[in-house]
């Protein structure tokens, strides 16, 4: 049958029991010891190897079967283990190997298989049924505990009890009640557990067996064969094992988890107790049911103080709706919220506290209590508040940060030493055209530089980072919209206590104005010394210019000392006059551009025919151009009405400028002037002026500075051409005033075209027919009172004066002419501003301010100061008039009529006979100066003011402005005296003494209004 039954249970448990023994070499020395055994004992290989094989196919099996079903987190000795280990090691495992072990006896020994495998199944499982779980629960821990305690001793009544109920049971052969041995089991099993089960189990075995084997007992007395008896024993032994122990592994696990409870209970009463966190449970109803002793520290509160007690009541009346509202989520789902809130001391402070709330759940899923974790909060807030007033102070420190660097226009930055992570503050970032935020990386950087400075910059950052040199350049970078900038980068490394670079930082500023200043100022230098070498090869032209005709006047004047003849007389004086003539274009284009640099330029815009201004501008060139041996012709598109708007003066001097410059510079050929107008729409003129000479021409470089004032193409070019240097620069700003372009194609001895594109308005009307003036009619003799220094400017004042038949008075400074305007009263004073011991200005104020007969005597100022800021002075001085030097003769003896006649004192005329509205005198001294055109125009603008200026004038008066309407009054005075308005003249000075005076000027604004209406009405009658 199985005689190793009790080796196989022997092996499977230990080692199911023991993970550390290896079941390889286990299973090894099992097999040799059964070869061995059944060596020993078989009747011959063929029998032994089958059994063999049964007994080591049991054990893996059991193995095999409890290590893939059973749970390997749980102890072997547990219930559920103990039952898994019945089934496969007491059930499966020993029908296998029956199987088997009865099935190779059979077929070598001719045996009954059923006998044989009942047998060896019985024999087998009792085995792996008695031994096993005695063995599997040999390492419990409870085991160790119960023999470390006092309780181990109980093992000795505990065998005894065991001892006398199976001798009592096994010694009442009659009645076999081997169940009464069960109470027995059990009281050890509850005593000491496993220790008692297998104390007990041990005791009834031995005795079982042995009063079996002596023939006692019931198991004796019913079989009567010894394999019967030991099957039965064995059978009963196992049924006890199975019965009892299950019972001693629940009492262990009971006693475990009773232990496991008891530790667990203390740790939370220790965590409790000595948490600073205080714990709270709390009912559904709002009431505690234990609070832990933290609350002492944290409240100043005993904890029996607490409990039954609601917590509302203590929370800050602000923070009640809070917590309340956190509580109650918990029902609806909330996971440990968490509430920070404020909660009266004892001392009846308010602390603030932070809780953390869970809700507490019975079996079957309904709430039953809230459990708050509450923890003292109020440094950490503390800390928090300090936290986020440092944050915001940092915050507002990197606002000012910035701001002060966007007002500097300096930013900073930094440079990670071990991962090169580049930081830029938001000015670096706007410098660089970037999106402020937008960091790059460090080859990002440096490929924003230009690439000829890259090198540079790279260099030195690495010598930064590699050696902590500090540096400073000036680079180039290029921002993403395509923009370049100069920059300015100072840097140094930043070092570790240890003398570790870990970083390199620097500022970072713009410095792009600073190198187009400083390239402005170079330039301007550069500019000013051109200029001033210009002005001083000007200057020297200038005196050459200047003497060439002041050398003929002084001779002519020489030669006529002698008293030549009628003929030689006329001749000195033609030379003369030619000689003045051109000393007054020297000085006149001087002039024109001082008053254009300054820029009080005024265009004018009146109607004109350009086609006849072109005309009549090239036939004052016709006799110096054929002097020259030259070609000058002038063209115009035909059928193109050439009536326009703008400025003839003007115009017609940039068409002198560039034909007299063309004649200057061409030896041989033609100059040609050609004109070309297109319409241009919107009531516009797009007009082409074009000069085409054969001269001399120039190249490019000369053709792009030839416009700077006192610039001609080279040094020599005064010396052997003349003139002042100042034509095409006085030309071309002229253009530029009319809103156009003026534009030179030239070059080097092929000539020059200069071309000037106009855009003009149409003209409203043109008139072709000449004025019709009536004639001369001077006024009577005056008494004038001359204050001149200059000797020979004295004289010929005198003469002029005399020549048409007035009086004079001269003195040589401004003393000796305030003493005689206090002897004697004068018509008119001409008065000279720049003399010596009293000026001209001073000596006029005195006479206007004393008691003299001459407090109202027109003052007319005699200057070579032509500036307009000088002549306003002297206008606002009380000046009637103002004349420059040299002085006019027509001009001159127009001035003395227009203002005796305006002072209304010498005009000659009887109060009772009306006043005449014209002079006609005056009208035919302006025709036969200035021409009839001319006088056209300067009739035509009269009448414009005589249109305008008096409902101005009106205005003013009405809104009470007298200040204002005095010096418009003035200022349309001056302007009519020209075509010599008596009546509006007389009243406008009316006007502007009573608005002086601040007198009531209602009635002279309605006088000067009816006057004016008539006195344009009569111009009209005039240019008819």
């Known amino acids: ?193 496993f220790i008692g089960a297998a104390v007990s189990i041990l005791t009834v075995t031995v005795v079982a067996t042995v009063e079996t084997a ?125 509430c920070s809130y404020r909660q009266r001391r004892r001392d009846g402070t308010y602390v603030w506290l932070e809780a953390t709330y869970r809700l507490v759940r019975d079996e079957i899923g309904r709430p039953r209590e809230f459990v708050a974790s509450v923890r003292d909060v109020a440094r950490r807030r503390r800390a928090e508040l300090e936290t986020a007033s440092a944050m915001a102070r940092l915050h507002e420190n990197y606002r000012l940060l910035n701001m002060a660097e966007a007002l500097a226009g300096i930013g900073h930055w930094r440079l990670d030493a071990i991962n090169h992570d580049l930081f830029w503050s938001d000015e670096v970032s706007r410098i660089h055209g970037r999106a402020v935020g937008d960091l790059p990386t460090l080859a990002e950087a440096i490929h924003a530089y230009h690439p000829d400075d890259r090198a540079a910059v790279q260099r030195d950052v690495d010598d930064a980072l590699a050696r902590g040199k500090p540096w400073t350049f000036r680079a180039r970078i290029r921002r993403p919209d395509g923009g370049v900038r100069h920059v300015e980068s100072s840097g140094q490394a930043e070092m570790a206590p240890d003398g570790t670079i870990i970083g390199v930082v620097g500022v970072f500023r713009d410095i792009t104005d600073e190198i187009e200043t400083a390239a402005e100022l170079i330039a301007a230098r550069d500019a000013a010394r051109a200029s001033a070498e210009a002005k001083s090869a000007f200057l020297a032209a200038m005196s050459h210019e200047i003497r060439t005709p002041m050398t003929g006047v002084l001779g002519m004047i020489e030669l006529l000392r002698g008293h030549p003849d009628k003929e030689e007389r006329a001749r000195l004086i033609g030379n003369l006059e030619r000689s003045a003539k051109l000393l007054m274009t020297i000085l006149d284009d001087v002039l024109d551009f001082s008053k254009i640099e300054s820029g009080k330029l005024m265009i004018e815009c009146v109607d004109l025919d350009l086609d006849q201004l072109c ?77 085409i000479d ?60 200069f071309t000037v594109a106009l855009t003009l308005d149409i003209a409203e009307t043109v008139s072709q027919q000449p004025i019709r003036l009536a004639p001369n009619r001077r006024g009577r003799s005056l008494s004038i009172l001359l204050a001149e220094d200059n000797a020979i400017n004295r004289t010929l004042i005198e003469a002029l004066v005399q020549l048409d038949g007035h009086r004079v008075s001269s003195v040589e400074n401004g003393r000796l002419a305030v003493a005689a305007a206090e002897r004697e009263r004068f018509d008119v004073i001409l008065m000279d501003m720049q003399m010596p ?121 009405a809104e009470g402005k007298l200040d204002a309407a005095s010096a418009a009054a003035h200022s349309f005075r001056g302007a009519v005296s020209v075509v010599g308005c008596l009546e509006v003249i007389r009243i406008a000075v009316s006007i502007e003494q009573a608005c002086q005076a601040g007198r009531a000027a209602d009635d002279l604004a309605m006088q000067l209004l009816v006057a004016a209406e008539a006195t344009n009405l009569e111009l009209g009658q005039w240019t008819a």
């Open 1 to 193: 049958m199985a005689p190793m039954w009790l080796a196989n249970v022997a092996i499977a448990a230990p080692l199911l029991r023991f993970r550390s023994i290896g079941r390889r070499s286990a299973l090894v020395g099992a097999t040799i010891g059964f070869i061995i055994v059944y060596a020993a004992t078989a009747s011959s290989l063929a029998i032994a190897a089958p059994q063999l094989a049964a007994n080591i196919g049991e054990i893996v099996v059991t193995l095999v079967l409890v290590d893939t079903l059973r749970d390997a987190t749980t102890p072997l000795y547990l219930p559920r283990n103990l039952l898994l280990f019945f089934a496969a090691g007491g059930i499966a495992a020993p029908a296998i190997a029956a199987v088997i072990g009865a099935g190779s006896l059979a077929l070598l020994e001719d045996a009954q298989v059923t006998t044989v495998a009942s047998r060896w199944f019985a024999a087998d499982a009792l085995g792996m049924v008695i031994l096993g779980p005695l063995i599997l629960s040999a390492g419990c821990s409870d085991n160790a505990v119960l023999v470390r305690s006092r309780r181990r001793w109980e093992t000795v009544p505990v065998a005894l009890l065991a001892a006398a109920a199976t001798l009592f049971v096994f010694g009442a052969a009659r009645y076999p009640a081997l169940f009464l041995i069960l109470p027995a089991i059990i009281v050890a099993i509850f005593r000491l557990r």
């Open 214 to 338: 002596r023939g006692v007992g019931p198991i004796a007395q019913t079989f009567s064969q010894i394999d019967h008896r030991l099957l039965f024993l064995q059978i009963f032994l196992a049924v006890l094992v199975a019965s009892t122990l299950p019972m001693a592994a629940i009492l262990v696990e009971r006693e475990g988890t009773l232990r496991r409870l008891a530790e667990r209970e203390r740790q939370y009463r220790l965590l409790a107790d000595y948490s600073n966190d205080m714990i709270v449970r709390i009912g559904l109803d709002g009431v505690r049911r234990f609070v832990s002793p933290a609350c002492r520290t944290i409240l100043g509160i005993e904890p029996e103080e607490m409990v039954g007690m609601t917590p509302i009541a203590a929370i800050h009346p602000e923070d009640r709706a809070r917590v309340e509202s956190v509580c109650r989520s918990l029902l609806t789902g909330a996971v440990d919220p968490v």
């Open 615 to 691: 005309r009549e501008t090239v036939d004052l060139f016709y006799h110096a151009a054929a002097s020259k041996g030259l070609s000058l012709t002038m063209s115009s598109p035909p059928g193109i009405d050439p009536r326009v708007r703008g400025d003839p003066i003007r115009i017609q001097q940039i068409i002198s400028n560039l034909v007299s410059n063309a004649i200057k510079f061409t030896s041989q050929g033609s100059v040609e002037l050609r004109l070309t107008i297109q319409p241009d729409g919107n009531n516009h003129r797009s007009v082409v002026l074009e000069v």
């Open 694 to 753: 054969t001269g001399i021409g120039m190249d490019q470089q000369t053709s792009d500075r030839i416009y700077a004032p006192f610039i001609q193409a080279d040094a020599s070019t005064t010396r052997r051409f003349g003139g002042t240097g100042l034509g095409l620069a006085i030309t071309r700003r002229l253009v530029d005033a009319m809103q156009g372009t003026i534009v030179i194609d030239s070059q080097p001895g092929r000539g020059s075209r």
């Open 837 to 957: 011991e009293m000026d001209g200005l001073a000596a006029t104020r005195v006479i206007q301010d004393g008691s003299g007969p001459n407090t109202g005597t027109p003052v007319v100022a005699l200057s070579a100061d032509a500036v307009p800021a000088r002549r306003q002075r002297y206008e606002h001085a009380g000046l009637t008039a103002f004349l420059t030097k040299p002085i006019d003769a027509d001009l001159l003896l127009n001035t003395l009529q227009a203002v005796t006649t305006a002072d209304g004192q010498t005009a000659g005329v009887a109060d009772q006979n009306p006043s005449p509205l014209l002079d006609n005198g005056r009208l035919q001294d302006v025709a036969t100066v200035v021409g009839p055109e001319s006088a056209v125009k300067i009739v035509s603008m009269a009448r414009v003011e005589l249109v305008t200026k008096p409902g101005m004038i009106a205005g003013m008066i």
